[in-house]
């Protein structure tokens, strides 16, 4: 497995910000901190739903992510947070751009 930044987005259908806030609130560590491994987080409303990408520092940390926090706490039910499973979209990442300057990553 790569060690290269891995991008995710979710596109929740008919969800709603305030659904959004609940489930961040249910996954992250606290408020503005962001769970190991993730490296970049952007999220809001989009035309049918609600949107969230993140990027990782590898699709191991991803996993990791998805399956010790997200999955279980979502498939217990958070209150008041989505209540469906994503459209999930999941790429490795080749080219980065931040305000720092471009990066490029070669997997």
């Given at each position: 497995?790569?060690?290269?930044?891995?991008?995710?987005?979710?596109?929740?259908?008919?969800?709603?910000?305030?659904?959004?806030?609940?489930?961040?609130?249910?996954?992250?560590?606290?408020?503005?901190?962001?769970?190991?491994?993730?490296?970049?987080?952007?999220?809001?409303p989009s035309e049918?739903?609600?949107?969230?990408?993140?990027?990782?520092?590898?699709?191991?940390?991803?996993?990791?992510?998805?399956?010790?926090?997200?999955?279980?706490?979502?498939?217990?039910?958070?209150?008041?947070?989505?209540?469906?499973?994503?459209?999930?979209?999941?790429?490795?990442?080749?080219?980065?751009?931040?305000?720092?300057?471009?990066?490029?990553?070669?997997?």
């Open positions: 497995m790569s060690k290269s930044p891995y991008a995710i987005v979710h596109f929740f259908p008919g969800g709603t910000r305030e659904q959004y806030e609940a489930s961040i609130a249910a996954v992250h560590p606290g408020p503005d901190q962001l769970p190991a491994g993730q490296t970049y987080h952007a999220a809001g049918g739903g609600f949107t969230i990408t993140a990027i990782h520092d590898s699709q191991a940390s991803w996993e990791k992510f998805r399956d010790d926090i997200l999955m279980p706490r979502m498939q217990a039910g958070i209150p008041g947070g989505f209540t469906t499973e994503p459209v999930l979209t999941a790429f490795p990442v080749v080219n980065l751009v931040t305000d720092l300057g471009r990066q490029i990553v070669l997997t």
